[in-house]
Each structure stands twice: as C-alpha cells, then as structure tokens.
C-alpha cells in the first residue's frame, strides 16, 4: 500500500514510473488569522499532482482552514498559495472548476433528488445537460446508488449520503479532489466501501487532499502526510517514513493495573527506547517487542498482560501532538 | 479521467474572483426545487392583493365615489386603488423569497455556500436568486393584472406597462431584500420585515392620495421605495405621462444596483471569507 511514496525527496519534480510530476499545490507561510487567534500559522508544502496527500492533525489544528484557502473560499491572511499556478483568491471560480470539495459534513440540496442533486451541480460548474446526465448515471454506479437514483436526499442512510456527496464531487471530472474528513460518523463497511473509491480515484491519476485523524485510514490512503498542530507543521514524510523518524518498529503494551502502572515505570528503566504512561498501561517504545518483553520479566515483574505490536501512525500522532485532549 | 494540466490560464474576464458568467445555474436550481415547494404558500401570496382589490374596490368604493386620479381626472376608487395593488403584489413576491427563502438557504440548508465551492462566483449567485425572487413578483403582479382586466379597470392599452413596471418593482424589493436577510441571523428577525412591510402598505398613498398628510410625513413617506412604485403604477395605468415617472424608475434601477452590490459583497463576506 506504501510503496508508491516519493521519499522524502524534496523538490517539485519526484520521480514516479510515469515520469516527473508537476507541483499542483504549492504553499508558502500559509497564515490564517482570524482576530487574535491564528489558525494556521506559516505553513509550507507541496504537492505534486497525482500525489495522495494528507493532512493530519487534532480537531482545531487548522486542517479545515487550510482545505477551504487552497479551494480559495477562504482568504489567506499572509503568505503565497498557488493551485495548478494559479491564486485560488483572485481566480477561485477558474480553479475551483477543476476541484472536487467534500466538506467535513455532507451538505446535499435536499429539496432536489439523488440523481439531480449531481446534475444540478454540475451545471453550477456551467457543464452541458448531455453529458451531465450520462456522467450523472456513471457516478450513480460508482457510489452504487443506481437504485436510489430517485430517491429523496433524507431518505439516504449516511454512508449512502456521504458516498453521494463525492460521486457529486466528481461531476466535473477534477483534478484535485479535497477530501476533509470523508469517513468521519460512518461504520466500518461504508468505510471500507469509501476507501475503495478513493484507491481507484488515485489510479485514475486524481490528486487527493485529506484530512483525517483517524490514523489507519491516514496509513491506508496517504502516500504523504504533514502532521499539523496548532497551525503548523509537526513533522512531514511517507507513513513509513514518519513511523520510522517518530517512533520504533515495535510497541510493547504491558499492563500491572491501574494502581501500579506508574509505581513499576522506574523499574523499566533501559529497557526499550522510551516509555509512555497511560492509566491502564504502560508503552515500551523498543525495536523488538518480544525481547522487551522477555527483559520485563527476567527484572521479576509479571504484567497482567502483554501485547507487542508494530508501531502505527497513531504512536507518531500522540508522539507529536500530545496526549493532552485539545479542544 | 482528466488530463493533468498542472498550470491554468488565468482568466481575463473582469470581477473573474466574483463572477463566472452562469447566472442560469442558479436559476435553473431554483425553478427545479420549486417543483417540490408547497403551492399553497405560493398562491397564498397572490391571493392577499385580490381579496384587498375585492374588499376596498367592491365593498368599499361605492360608498366613496369618484375619486380624482393622476393629473386631476376622475376615476372609481377600485380602478384607484388596483394599481397601487399591483405594486404591492410585486413586493410581496420578491420579498417572500428574498427573506424566507433566502433566509433558510443562507443559514440551514447551506445552498450558497454549496454553490460557492463550485466555479459559481458570488455574483452568479446574488443576480440568480434575486432573479428567482423578482419573477414571484412578476407572476403575482401579472396574474393581479389579469384580476383587474377582467373586472374592468384596465382601461388604456398604456396600462400594460404596469407588467414591465411591475418587474422593475420586484427586482428593487429583491436585490435590496435578499442584501438585507443576508445579515440576519434568527428567525425573530425576519418578523422585523414583516414589522416594516405592512404600514409601508397602507401608509404609502396605496388606498388614499399623500396629499392627506403634513409636509414632514409627506417627505418620509416619498423616501420609501412604495411609494414610487404606487405613483409609477397609478400614472402608467391611465396613461399618464410625466418626467416624475423617470425619477420614479431612477429610485429603482438605484435600489436594485445597491441591493446586487450589496448582496454580493454579503456573500463574499460570509462565504469567501
């Protein structure tokens, strides 16, 4: 699933079997004020087309705002952004025709049906009627909602509401699709079903933005990610990459009960790279888990439990952001 | 599926961040979600002039007389007062829509901020339903129009100029109402328009002449926007011209270039922010 990572090979041009891939996205001290509070405060990057790229970060780290400057429907207070070369402020009509947008909460007409709610839509985009009703019935099928084709909006369960909402997206054909928070309140097989029509998007050569924070999906869809909080770059690379950077190939969970946890951490000491202290267990940052383990033992101390598992996006996640709820 | 062009062509159309050039969209939009609005509520609103047209000119006319009309001729009160009428019925319309319409698109079902993500600029969005919203008017004025021919007060073929007046009546109302509902917030605020609406109707020389009031009134009375609609209407319907009605029409084409401009900076403002 990863092996299509540019590499932390920096520059506009990476190198891919199709040859070098022009930058579509290309952001520079990226700042949103809004009064005294700064959500996004400075931030750089970019993205070459084609690239499925991510944005992960904790509610409020200024995700969302930098979603809505690069489709140009908000104003930057400072800094340079260009989409496909172009400034999304003074030209947002032009580069938004080549956007797909969907926003963190489905906003579909619900006084239109299934099928015209796309049709009508692309006509904001000034498509022409024939070919947005053949297109119309194409991403029926691609959302598997040919049979709802008729239906009313509120009758949609969810997934189907949130599987409308980008086949609606896609009606005119975008380059750059902006995902923010697509699976967000959905169950875990609509999910899987949306990961799936993402996975063929990016076949097809679609460039994807997406903020997230759930970590799998981030691991299952991002050939790169940032890690932003409060509004600014934490850390930026593949998964693998960033897996490798913030955290150890291996994460030993122990647990000694809620009393004890934090009594038995001294005794860890020199065993695995780090620790971290959660209520109910104890995290053992080490290259071998087993080996870990094995050591915990051999000092006398038993766990109630064990569990060694590879390190996840989630471990550089709470590295990086913190443990602490944000609000 | 897309041929990746990783550069645009700027565009060189002027107001290119506003303005994308498919006013219809929005237009077309709105008459298909019509097809599922309540008609009832429709008609209701065209149904309120008549009963006032049926209620003063039947009941109450005989019992007024002859009354005198633009440039002193004599005419029944219901030929007086249809006129005046219209005009009303053409504010009703597009204000309906350019308050509670736009209202509940604006603030709950997040249709403009939908449309904004498109290649829909704010303006296509402003002139689109301030369209929708001034052809209420114009098929509440029209349909009225067909009220008071069939009851013998459309007297001169000059009268048909109420129609277009009527649609120059409805496109004020909307512009400047949509540009208003676009700072309110609570329903309790759309109550204020309703607050404002109705003594502008019965105050602004509808169903009696200006000339009733001392000068001060008189003044505030010809500052409100009805009041040139009534006079417009009243003149156009016996025919009678003078150059008060270009000061007349001045008002309105002033009232509906402030109420698009202001629109569409409201859109931008909250939208585009």
């Known amino acids: 699933m990863l092996q299509n990572t540019p590499g932390s090979e920096p520059g506009p041009s990476l190198p891919t079997a199709r040859g070098a891939r022009p930058t579509v996205i290309r952001a520079r001290g990226l700042t949103k004020r809004y009064g005294d509070f700064t959500a996004v405060d400075g931030i750089s990057f970019e993205v070459p087309a084609g690239e499925s790229f991510g944005l992960l970060g904790p509610n409020g780290a200024g995700k969302s705002t930098t979603m809505r400057m690069i489709g140009g429907v908000s104003q930057r207070t400072s800094g340079e952004l260009e989409i496909m070369g172009l400034d999304p402020e003074a030209q947002g009509p032009l580069v938004r025709a080549h956007l797909g947008v969907v926003p963190q909460q489905d906003n579909l007409d619900e006084e239109l049906r299934v099928r015209d709610n796309l049709i009508v839509y692309g006509r904001y985009f000034g498509l022409d009627r024939r070919y947005l009703r053949a297109k119309a019935d194409q991403l029926l099928d691609f959302a598997q909602l040919t049979d709802k084709a008729n239906a009313r909006v509120d009758d949609l369960s969810g997934g189907m509401k949130r599987r409308l909402t980008i086949a609606r997206s896609l009606i005119n054909e975008p380059q750059m699709l902006l995902l923010d928070e697509p699976t967000t309140g959905l169950d875990p097989q609509a999910r899987h079903v949306l990961w799936d029509r993402l996975f063929r998007l990016k076949e097809q050569g679609v460039t994807l933005i997406l903020t997230t924070h759930y970590m799998d999906e981030a691991e299952q869809l991002c050939d790169r990610l940032i890690v932003v909080d409060h509004g600014r770059i934490m850390a930026e690379g593949s998964p693998a990459e960033l897996i490798r950077r913030y955290s150890t190939r291996e994460v030993l969970e122990v647990r000694f009960g809620t009393d004890r946890n934090a009594a038995v951490v001294p005794q860890l000491a020199g065993i695995g790279e780090r620790h971290e202290v959660l209520p109910d267990r104890i995290l053992v940052y080490a290259h071998d888990g087993e080996a870990a383990l094995e050591a915990i033992v051999g000092r006398g101390l038993h766990p109630l439990t064990s569990l060694v598992r590879r390190s996840s996006l989630e471990d550089v996640f709470l590295n990086l952001t913190g443990r602490s709820l944000v609000e | ?273």
């Open chain 2, 1 to 273: 599926m897309t041929q990746q062009t990783s550069v645009l062509e700027p565009s060189r159309r002027p107001f290119a961040g506003l303005y994308a050039g498919n006013v219809r969209a929005v237009v077309e939009r709105g008459l298909m979600a019509l097809k599922t609005n309540n008609w009832a509520v429709f008609v209701s609103g065209f149904v309120e002039p008549v009963l006032f047209l049926a209620a003063m000119g039947i009941g109450l006319g005989p019992l007024i007389g002859g009354v005198e009309g633009p440039g002193g001729s004599e005419m029944s009160y219901g030929a007086y007062i249809a006129p005046a009428l219209l005009a009303v019925s053409a504010m009703n319309g597009a204000v309906y829509d350019s308050t509670n319409n736009v209202f509940f698109k604006l603030r709950f079902s997040k249709l403009y901020q939908n449309m904004l993500y498109t290649s829909l600029g704010p303006l296509d969005v402003a002139m689109g339903e301030i369209y929708l919203a001034l052809q209420r008017g114009f098929l509440y004025a029209t349909a009225l129009m067909v009220v008071m021919s069939s009851l013998g007060l459309v007297t001169t073929p000059a009268a048909l100029l109420m129609v277009p007046a009527a649609v120059l009546v409805a496109f004020g109302f909307a512009a400047l109402g949509m540009g208003i509902t676009s700072f309110m917030k609570r329903f309790q605020h759309l109550d204020w328009v309703n607050f404002a609406l109705l003594p502008m109707f019965l105050f602004s020389a509808t169903l009696y002449p200006l000339s009733v009031y001392p000068t001060g009134i008189q003044l505030f009375i010809q500052a409100l926007p009805l009041w040139h609609g009534v006079e417009l209407m009243r003149s156009l319907s016996v025919g009678y011209f003078t150059p008060a009605l270009l000061g007349h029409v001045s008002y309105y084409v002033v009232m509906v270039l402030a109420g698009v401009v202001l629109t569409t900076a409201r859109l931008r403002a909250l939208f585009l922010r």
